[in-house]
């Protein structure tokens, strides 16, 4: 079963309140409103549905959308009437985005951006001020939602420009890999993601998947250590990511496949390895139903006797679905706040 979205987005119901109230108009014409990164929720007439072409690139958040009847569109060219934003937390990728969104109003277009006050909303509204002059404020359930007057002579074209490149796809980890700012862990190898590949056994073999794959650091580690591997596919939700494993897996001696995927909702095909280093949080709180989701996707995926190497924060309580799932599960190390663990499913289940 796929995780439900939150139901209860305090940052999308503050973004859409200068529209709720008038204080900034819908567009006249079809078609005038943007929405980056957009989220599911918001209280709008089908009329306002159909108006906004919503972009995300988060799969999950993205099969919510389109669930509603929201339109959904890849990354849209042109310029808007309305350019909305649920900003990110990172401050080059809300930069980059902050940047486009002011690039993408048409002359007398307004944008609007929203963040929570814990996730960078002064530095959000200090940034959009930069680009776009003076900008109008309010908050609400501790988010922010600021707005620009009518665009036109104050806009900061070259600011515009440098800070579009801000999170352009770069190298990192000595060169190996592609990244961009906004990933998990960026720019750097996750730690704990180094010491579940240190522990990967060379005589893992046949097909494997690797869930939630990030940029494809671990799926590389699997194909230099795991010479019995004879095919690889990798999960992940989020299309930013998944572009750049693309790059970083292209010179990979066995097949090799890219799924844009939302774990939750379970895999297409069986397995003989699954790893994973699965994400335990979306948004600041814990969320350990989503790594119990991931177990529950590779203990469904996985053939009788297939090998499931994890790693994750000690402190998440994995252990009794795994013990449940599985025939075998034993701790094969436990290092800096982690563990890394096996678990077997029985032959012949
Ligand atoms: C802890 S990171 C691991 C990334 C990568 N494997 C690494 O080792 O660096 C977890 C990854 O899961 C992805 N993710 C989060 N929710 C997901 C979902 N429902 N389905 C698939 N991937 C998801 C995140 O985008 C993130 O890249």
């Known amino acids: 079963m796929p995780l439900a979205p939150a139901t209860d987005d305090p940052a999308l119901e503050t973004l859409f309140l200068p529209l709720a109230s008038g204080a900034v108009a819908w567009p006249s014409a079809a078609g005038g409103t943007l929405f980056l990164r957009a989220r599911a929720g918001a209280a709008l007439d089908a009329a306002q549905r159909r108006d906004l072409a919503c972009e995300q690139t988060f799969k999950p958040w993205a099969d919510a959308?389109?669930?509603?009847?929201?339109?959904?569109?890849?990354?849209?060219?042109?310029?808007?009437?309305?350019?909305?934003?649920?900003?990110?937390r990172q401050r080059m990728e809300s930069r980059a985005l902050l940047a486009r969104a002011v690039a993408q109003a048409a002359a007398g277009g307004v944008v609007l951006a929203c963040a929570a006050n814990n996730e960078g909303a002064r530095s959000m509204c200090d940034d959009l001020a930069r680009l776009a002059g003076p900008l109008h404020a309010l908050s609400k359930r501790h988010c922010r939602v600021c707005w620009t007057a009518p665009l036109g002579?104050?806009?900061?074209r070259a600011l515009i420009q440098e800070w579009q490149a801000l999170d352009a796809p770069r190298r990192i980890g000595g060169g190996r890999f592609l990244s961009r700012p906004?990933?998990?862990?960026?720019?750097?190898?996750?730690?704990?993601?180094?010491?579940?590949?240190?522990?990967?056994?060379?005589?893992?073999?046949?097909r494997c998947a690797d869930l939630g794959a990030?940029?494809?650091?671990?799926s590389s580690e699997v194909l230099s250590r795991c010479p019995g591997i004879t095919a690889l596919d990798l999960y992940e939700a989020e299309a930013r990511a998944l572009a750049l494993a693309r790059d970083n897996l292209a010179a990979s001696s066995v097949p090799v496949g890219f799924h844009w995927h939302d774990v939750t909702t379970g895999l297409p095909q069986a397995y003989d390895v699954i790893v994973s280093n699965p994400p335990f949080h979306q948004g600041r709180a814990d969320e350990p139903m989503l790594g119990l989701a991931f177990i529950a996707a590779a203990q469904a995926a996985l053939r009788p006797g297939g090998r499931f190497w994890l790693v994750a924060n000690r402190h998440l309580p994995y252990e009794a679905a795994l013990s449940k799932g599985f025939a075998q599960v034993h701790t094969?190390?436990?290092d800096a706040g982690f563990k890394v663990i096996e678990a077997i499913k029985e032959s012949g289940k």
């Open 214 to 218: 990030g940029f494809g650091y671990l």
């Open 153 to 156: 002579e104050g806009v900061d």
């Open 332 to 334: 094969v190390r436990e």
């Open 182 to 206: 906004g990933l998990f862990a960026w720019d750097r190898i996750d730690a704990a993601s180094a010491l579940l590949a240190s522990c990967l056994p060379p005589d893992l073999a046949g």
């Open 65 to 88: 959308l389109a669930a509603s009847g929201q339109r959904v569109v890849d990354a849209q060219p042109g310029c808007f009437e309305r350019v909305l934003v649920l900003a990110p």
